[in-house]
């Protein structure tokens, strides 16, 4: 069975499932001004010395915690907010794929 289509609120009639185009502008207009007030990776921590302990932690801890898939990142279970104690604590450290990470670990981090 498949669900009907929906009206966006331009006017647009969009099929069940699908973002409309203009949802994914506005999306992507208040990604670039959420990134532009950010710090880079680096300045955040995500440097050289991170990029090595990553690639370590990845070779012993390959499966994501979550699905079991091959994993490509390397998550802080709490954020670090800068904090280097935080963000170097190994116990603190997850492997993740990265669409566990950007769907479930992104939305839990949303909703605090």
């Known amino acids: ?6 009206i966006c609120t331009c006017g647009k009639i969009v099929a069940y499932g699908v973002i409309c185009q203009c949802k994914v502008a506005a999306i992507r207009a208040r990604n670039r001004r959420h990134d532009a007030n950010r710090p880079s990776a680096r300045q ?22 979550r699905c079991r898939a091959p ?14 104690a935080v963000f170097w604590d190994k116990t603190n450290w997850q492997s993740l794929c990265a669409p566990c990470h950007n ?8 909703r605090t």
């Open 1 to 6: 069975m498949t669900r009907a289509p929906h």
């Open 44 to 65: 955040r921590g995500y440097d050289r010395r991170w990029q090595a302990a990553r690639k370590d932690w990845l070779a012993y801890n390959p499966a994501c915690t």
């Open 71 to 84: 994993a490509t990142v390397v998550d802080h279970i709490t954020p670090h907010k800068g904090d280097k």
């Open 103 to 110: 769907r479930h670990k992104q939305r839990e981090e949303r």
